[in-house]
């Protein structure tokens, strides 16, 4: 086999067996091809790959100043091709499996506070050229924020999940994995609304020939549903409109700020970690984390005596010269 077949015959069993994501699949495809490339300029192809080849690989990574989380994503696509290719007897080696790779640097993620939330919850709502723009635009956010949802999984929501007033939302998670999560009253509000107006315009085009969609958030793009992009841009737009630093807004910010907005407010580690389907509570900790420094950040800018100890240090603060 060629490269590209390995590249393509590991793809699909990812797709098939662990129920990988599209996007997971293009990451995998994107950092496969890259080593590929970089091995056949090299004359050497995946079947005659060395661990000295592979560390080489790492090397020239780091020479062309790829950041560490991207060389240790691609370090993690390569040992799982290799353990694919020793499972399949392709190779009766694994040249990955020895390799420690950079590592990932531990960053806080970024996250609002209640009223920025509330300033783009407010944006929503008056942002768009139609009434059903607007209505659309509101359910989304409200959804997003009220549930924690990875954007992709909010984009494709099935219609039939909205139907009959739910309290709870079934969301189709990463690996196929069902998980149910709960709707505030302003989500149920909105999702309502929004569902009456989404069934009028679907009825129009049913009209006009058009075929009927099963999502929740219909486009007519090649996907059938609103996609990541487009709402990555109109969050950005939010942003701007409800005075909201865009820098710190992505639609990732929603779901950080629902965790952290609970656990500050006394939710169980646990509950949260079953919220936004993660596999490990290993990776909910880092809220934990974010609200620890957010509190550290309230003590030094607010405490009578953090002022002092700064002005005395030759800072200031706004009380100077009062």
């Not at 090397?59 to 993690?76: K, M, P, V, Y």
């Not at 989304?140 to 099935?158: D, F, I, K």
């Not at 965790?259 to 389907?277: C, S």
């Amino acid at each position: 086999m060629d490269d590209l077949h390995w590249i393509s015959t590991f793809l699909d069993a990812q797709a098939a067996e662990l129920g990988a994501a599209q996007n997971t699949q293009m990451a995998y495809a994107r950092d496969l091809r890259d080593f590929a490339d970089w091995s056949a300029r090299k004359n050497i192809g995946f079947g005659e790959v060395t661990q000295d080849t592979i560390e080489d690989y790492l090397i020239f990574c780091d020479a062309q100043g790829l950041a560490q989380s991207t060389r240790a994503r691609r370090l993690s696509a390569i040992k799982q091709l290799y353990r694919f290719a020793f499972d399949e007897g392709w190779r009766s080696d694994n040249p990955a499996i020895r390799i420690k790779g950079p590592g990932r640097a531990k960053r806080l993620p970024k996250t609002l506070d209640v009223p920025e939330v509330d300033r783009l919850l407010d944006a929503a709502r008056s942002t768009g050229r139609t009434t059903a723009d607007k209505l659309r635009n509101t359910c989304l956010m409200e959804l997003l924020y009220a549930t924690g949802m990875r954007v992709t999984e909010l984009m494709s929501l099935p219609v039939s999940a909205a139907r009959g007033e739910p309290r709870m939302l079934l969301v189709m998670g990463k690996g196929g994995k069902e998980r149910m999560v709960p709707l505030s009253p302003p989500a149920r509000t909105a999702l309502a609304t929004w569902l009456g107006t989404r069934d009028d315009l679907e009825e129009s085009a049913r009209a006009k020939g058009q075929p009927a969609s099963k999502f929740l958030f219909p486009s007519r793009g090649k996907l059938g549903h609103l996609t990541r992009h487009w709402f990555y841009q109109l969050i950005k737009d939010l942003a701007v409109t409800g005075g909201v630093s865009p820098d710190k807004v992505t639609p990732h910010t929603l779901r950080h700020a629902f965790a952290t907005h609970l656990l500050a407010n006394g939710a169980d580690l646990r509950a949260i970690q079953t919220l936004l389907g993660h596999a490990d509570v290993a990776t909910t900790e880092i809220y934990t984390h974010v609200l620890d420094e957010r509190l550290r950040e309230l003590v030094t800018e607010h405490h009578p005596l953090a002022r002092d100890a700064k002005r005395k240090s030759g800072g200031s603060t706004s009380s100077d010269g009062q």
